[in-house]
């Protein structure tokens, strides 16, 4: 059984499945969390369900962000690596992918905790190099829920717009991914400039 086949049957169950749907996708990332939003969206038939379904969904990714941090930091840096090598490529985790996370944290924890919970494969493994690092766990979560509510919210409303119009929930996922990557990189590039503008200007 697909996931596209999967995730309706989950829709039957309620807020409750749609909970627990979204506390597995952060721990055991099997369902892309674009399709599972698009989904669950389009399940929805009017603005409060709508907006019960964004509490519920980012309640629980934020459950499953927490239970992965705790797991990194409980572990600690030397048997997460060593995991990551032996088996980050069967869950799209690759050990560069993961030292690349890890050394993004030492720059700016808040900002990417927050801005990486809005990319969809890196929203995926933020919180095990945040646990390892040993972040401050209520700024982390305080940066995650902000990410994990904009980006759910952004997916659930798009479903809940398109709901009973012809359209592939798949090839909408991505592209919608695609283009939120392509406005991150827009704005990170546009900062990073204005900052050395500022540079310049003061010497």
């Not at 807020?15 to 969206?41: C, N, Q």
């Not at 603005?47 to 990194?72: D, H, K, M, P, Q």
């Not at 990319?119 to 305080?142: C, E, H, N, W």
């Amino acid at each position: 059984m697909s996931s596209s086949e999967l995730l309706p049957l989950v829709v039957q169950f309620g807020v409750l499945g749609m909970f627990a749907a979204a506390v597995f996708e952060k721990t055991i990332p099997i369902v892309p969390s674009y399709l599972m939003l698009l989904i669950f969206g389009s399940a929805t038939s009017t603005i409060t369900a709508l907006a019960a379904v964004i509490v519920v969904t980012s309640s629980g990714s934020l459950i499953g962000t927490a239970c992965v941090y705790t797991f990194g930091r409980s572990l600690g840096e030397e048997r997460v690596t060593q995991a990551v090598d032996k088996y980050g490529r069967f869950v799209f985790l690759p050990l560069e992918r993961y030292r690349h996370l890890a050394n993004a944290y030492r720059r700016n924890h808040f900002a990417v905790s927050l801005c990486g919970q809005i990319i969809p494969v890196a929203r995926l493994y933020l919180s095990l190099p945040a646990g390892v690092l040993k972040l401050r766990a209520d700024r982390f979560l305080v940066a995650s829920a902000i990410g994990i509510t904009t980006y759910n919210t952004f997916f659930l409303t798009t479903g809940f717009v398109l709901r009973g119009a012809a359209h592939d929930p798949v090839k909408t996922g991505v592209l919608l991914s695609l283009a939120l990557v392509a406005v991150e990189i827009v704005v990170a590039g546009s900062m990073r400039w204005l900052m050395q503008r500022q540079r310049t200007a003061q010497t």
